[in-house]
């Protein structure tokens, strides 16, 4: 029997009746979720060393185990072993061979209770994923498509509490699944009855906290955020604008200084008429100088917070200065808080914001006093210089 052939034929029929059948609320029973426990049934199969038929029997088991739920969701096994039947019979393959491609379909029903090796093989492909590091992201696919089905909200804690039933009921049958599965399996469980919330004291918190932040809750929560961002960026922006301005001024200055230094009060004892001037461009870049270093010179805060602070959320835990003196373990039991209470999280994003402004609002006017000192003063300066020099040859 050419099985290599068939499975090939077997492969392009139940990939053409997915497509065919497209539905977009299979997030999880679709295409991919079949490919992936064919894969998963060949790597157990290929385990346990089985023969042409044998494995056959496995692989097409497990393309057509979930075909159903195109059809019939509620009997999607009964549906798929009745589709399985009908292609393989086309195909002329043996009777018995069908028989247990049927058999092994049937036995992926819940609770699984398969019968011999090759059912084991196939029962364990099936839920392979409750084992393996992909856990997560295969279960909220299955609660999305449960969602899309039901046209309703499946609360994470109910859907919790059903997905822990199911892995205390299950259990793998091979001895190979159960070699390199169980232990990560455990894990999966223990991280889910972890986050399950079963204490009604906590569920009641958990209800009062929604009420009282069921204003907040109608907030556009991605666009709080891009606003958010993007005043931080544009305060940045200026800041940086700052800082650069006041650099030209204080380079400029100490260029001018160096010359007045350097060349013109060497010459003041034979041009005394110059000495006003002189002393009048002196103080102007001085001047100019002391207001643009104003402007650049950092004022740090204590950098230390009290856990009143963190309880009464008077402190901003984003700004270094506020915490650079404390210990890890401070900062982070304070970010840790921060982070779980949203108006902290907020009214900390809020002041930091408002710091921002105020620090840019002091540097610009500091600034702005030092360009103009620098433009109506060296206007004076040349004035003078032009004033001075004109004396004299008169």
Known sequence: MQYREI????????????????????????????????ENAVRIANHYQLADEEFFIVVAASWFHDLGYLFD???????????????????????????????????????QNPVGLLQQIVCDADLYHLGSDNFKQRNKLMRKEAQAFCNTEIDRNVWRAK?????????YHTDFCQKILNDKKAQNLAEMENKLITQPEVEA??????EKNKRNDDRPERG??????????NHQRLS???????????????????????????????????????????IICVVTMVFSILATRPSIPEGVFTPEDIKEKRVNLLFFGNFYRMSL???????????????????????DVYAQGVVLGRKYRLLRVAYNVF??????AVLAFITASAMVTM
């Open 7 to 38: 499975l090939d034929q077997l492969r392009a029929h139940v990939a053409g009746l997915f497509h065919a059948h497209n539905d977009e609320r299979f997030t999880y029973h679709n295409l991919q979720h079949t490919e992936q426990v064919v």
């Open 73 to 111: 969701c509620s009997k999607h096994e009964d549906c798929g072993e009745g589709i399985a039947r009908a292609f393989l019979t086309e195909k002329q393959v043996d009777q018995k061979v069908i028989d247990q491609v049927s058999g092994c379909i049937l036995a992926t029903k819940m609770p």
């Open 163 to 171: 997905t822990i039933a199911l892995f205390k009921n299950h259990h």
């Open 205 to 210: 918190t958990v209800v009062s906290k929604k």
């Open 224 to 233: 709080v955020e891009t606003m958010f961002r993007i005043s931080s960026t």
């Open 240 to 282: 940086d604008m700052a800082d650069n301005k006041a650099h030209i001024m204080i380079s400029t200055n100490s260029i001018i200084l160096s010359v007045i230094l350097s060349l013109l009060l060497r010459k003041l004892e034979d041009n005394p008429h110059l000495i006003i001037p002189t002393l009048l461009l002196l």
């Open 329 to 351: 373990t401070d900062y982070e039991g304070g970010m840790l808080k921060m982070m779980e209470d949203r108006d902290f999280l907020y009214g900390s994003l809020i002041k």
């Open 375 to 380: 433009m109506f003063g060296i206007v004076a």
